[in-house]
């Protein structure tokens, strides 16, 4: 894709599944990567570099987008894979839901907010990661569906008030993919995640993560110059079908 080659993103979540397909992603059209997590540096190739950052703290982002500049010299892209899990549904603590928030929402914007006058400088780009999630009602489930909806909001609201300084924000939406969640809840069974994926997507599977990097790569790159403010469902179809079934799915990937 045109406009990547020896750019440099940030990608916070870059250690899980999707983000390490993000980060490879990137690398494989040319940019440099600053790969953000509170996981272990697993040990990257060329071309990669590695913060530890947990974006519930102010002074860690300062950190990381200072050690960014001084290694690749310049910040083209974020792109917010991190996300918390946590969701206890309607039991859901004062404590859980600013957990939840302040992961989910709150550190990228303090990221935006570090980051913004380099991506100002380089007419940059931010990709978000919403969700399904976003759209249905989901049993036993309101942190992530909650903060997940929030998000497209934000991405509109990032796209409106950042457009005057040439910066695009969009958001991909995936739907279930392979990613560490899912390989955690079936002990690594891909087949029985795609046989409970089935009925809800239309595509009859999970998505595989480089499916969702291909779309946060194409939102970042001269093929999007046009293109703020919208989202794309990378979901296989699940909105599409709707509505959400009424009885929860997770305890399927666990049996």
């Known amino acids: 894709m045109r406009g990547l080659a020896g750019k440099v993103a940030i990608v916070p979540g870059g250690c899980t599944k999707i983000g390490r397909a993000v980060v490879d992603g990137f690398v494989a059209a040319g940019a440099k990567v600053m790969v953000a997590d509170i996981a272990p540096d697993p040990g990257f190739g060329e071309g990669i570099a590695y913060q530890a950052c947990d974006l519930r703290d102010d002074s860690q982002i300062a950190a990381l987008v200072a050690a960014t500049k001084e ?29 939840s928030l ?97 009925p809800f997507h ?21 093929e999007a110059s046009f293109i703020t403010g919208t989202d794309i469902r990378v979901d296989g179809g699940y909105t599409a079908m709707g509505p959400e079934r009424a009885e929860p799915a997770i305890p399927l990937l666990m049996t």
């Open 202 to 222: 239309l595509l009859g599977r999970v998505a595989n993560p480089e499916e969702v990097a291909s779309a946060v790569l194409f939102l970042c790159s001269d």
């Open 71 to 99: 290694r690749f010299g310049r910040i083209d892209f974020l792109v917010n894979v991190a996300c918390s899990y946590l969701d206890n549904g309607a039991t859901s603590t004062r404590a859980e839901w600013l957990e």
């Open 102 to 198: 302040d992961v989910n929402i709150v550190g990228s914007v303090m990221l935006m907010q570090a980051a913004e006058d380099e991506l100002a400088k380089n007419n940059g780009a931010i990709v978000n990661f919403g969700s399904i999630s976003s759209r249905a009602a989901q049993t036993g489930r309101w942190l992530y569906p909650v903060s997940k909806a929030a998000i497209l909001q934000l991405t509109r609201n990032q796209a409106m008030d950042l457009a005057p300084k040439g910066i695009r924000v969009n958001a991909v939406s995936p739907g279930w993919t392979w990613s560490n969640i899912m390989d955690q809840l079936t002990n690594g069974n891909r087949a029985k995640t795609d046989a409970v994926a089935a």
